[in-house]
């Protein structure tokens, strides 16, 4: 079997709203995998690195050798990344791959990846923007999630990356009410955004300490992996990180530096052959992986088959949606259902297209450099 065609289009969802980075994969048995890359600026420079520097080296490749495929690539334009953008785009070419591979062979991903532990999967409610709201409008939107029975609710503050601890003592303010409102034990998680210096994480830290939350993520520059470590050796509470770290060698620092969760993305980290070590190696240090992943068509599947795979893992998938706007290009997606998503035995990703509604939407991407 072959690569026959790789298409790399963009998914226009409407104004107002961010187009999603897709690639669907061709063999010459006449199936396909979608795949899909991180959504920043559009996704618009892993789509360049699809069609440009990745197309020519998966024409006529085996799609069925999805490491091989993923390592070649992966140095030989490897000073375009490895991070970010080039990330991004391994891992939409993977699990176009690893869609492909289960169609091909009639069976779901989860299956492939090693079977399922769990294939009704619970998730966290994953609330941003309560950096810009009062506390009163905080905990508006959090019990507006609560409707959908998610497991545990993670407060995102999107906080602006050029300023540092802005309303530490807001923060914290919210973080208290939030507790209140859905009581002692309810699984709780604060995600500052990168919001602060290490001495302002540290004082919030303790807060949620007191407070009961369960984890206290990216509570500093995501490049500052020393402070980190300082703010890790401060704390109690479990520290997290990673959805900005693209490698196994950025995952093995943040580690090292004494982070208790790592939260890769599999939109980012080259699919499922790349997270899937990244999973080894939490494993091997005992630390648990959380992934990260926010885009609620291709990448959210995904993310499901890999975390009802995933082994002794403790914590319930992310979910940033709902997202029916999205929804209306397949003919399955995945809802929650009573705080669960549950995965079919459909072949691959379990994603069957709409041509129709897809068509409707697609934007091809054109590389000057593949046409010229
Ligand atoms: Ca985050």
């Known amino acids: 079997m072959k690569i026959t065609r790789v298409e790399a289009f963009h998914v226009n969802w409407g104004a107002g709203r961010s187009r999603s980075a897709w690639v669907r994969i061709w063999t010459d048995a006449g199936v396909y995998g979608l795949g899909e890359a991180s959504p920043m600026v559009h996704g618009n420079a892993s789509l360049e690195i699809i069609a440009s520097a990745f197309t020519p080296d998966l024409l006529g490749a085996d799609p069925l050798e999805a490491r091989v495929i993923q390592d070649r690539l992966f140095h030989q334009h490897i000073k375009v990344g490895p ?112 919001g602060y210096s290490v001495p302002g994480a540290i004082r919030v830290g303790r807060a949620l300490e007191e407070l009961g939350y369960v984890w206290f993520e990216e509570p500093v520059q995501h ?107 397949f003919k399955t997606p995945v809802r929650p259902k009573h705080g669960r998503f549950t995965l079919s035995d459909a072949p691959g990703l379990g994603l069957e297209l709409d041509e129709g509604e897809l068509q409707k939407r697609v934007i091809p991407w054109r590389s000057s450099a593949a046409s010229a």
């Open 223 to 329: 490049y500052h992996v020393e402070s980190f470590a300082k703010v890790a050796a401060a704390l109690d509470i479990a520290v997290s990180a990673g959805e900005q770290e693209y490698t196994l060698q950025g995952i093995t620092r943040l580690i090292e530096a004494g982070v208790d969760i790592v939260q890769p993305d599999i939109v980012k980290t080259g699919g499922f052959t790349g997270l899937g070590d990244m999973a080894a190696l939490a494993r091997a240090y005992g630390v648990d992986l959380v992934p990260h992943q926010t885009q609620p068509s291709i990448g959210h599947t995904a993310n499901l088959h890999f975390v009802a795979s995933l082994t002794h893992s403790h914590h319930p998938a992310e979910y940033n949606g709902p997202y029916e706007v999205q929804d209306v290009v």
């Open 83 to 194: 991070e970010g953008a080039y990330a991004g785009a391994l891992a939409a070419v993977d699990i176009a791959l690893w869609d492909l591979k289960g169609k091909v062979l009639g069976q779901p991903v989860w299956k492939l990846l090693g079977g399922a532990w769990r294939r009704e999967l619970p998730f966290y409610a994953s609330i941003g923007g309560n950096g810009q709201r009062s506390v009163d409008e905080v905990c508006r939107v959090v019990e507006k999630w609560l409707e959908l029975g998610p497991a545990q609710v993670k407060i995102r503050f999107d906080a602006d990356k050029t300023t540092r601890d802005v309303d530490l003592a807001g923060d914290i303010a919210k973080a208290r009410a939030v507790r209140t409102l859905v009581g002692d034990g309810f699984p709780l998680a604060f995600d500052s955004n990168n």
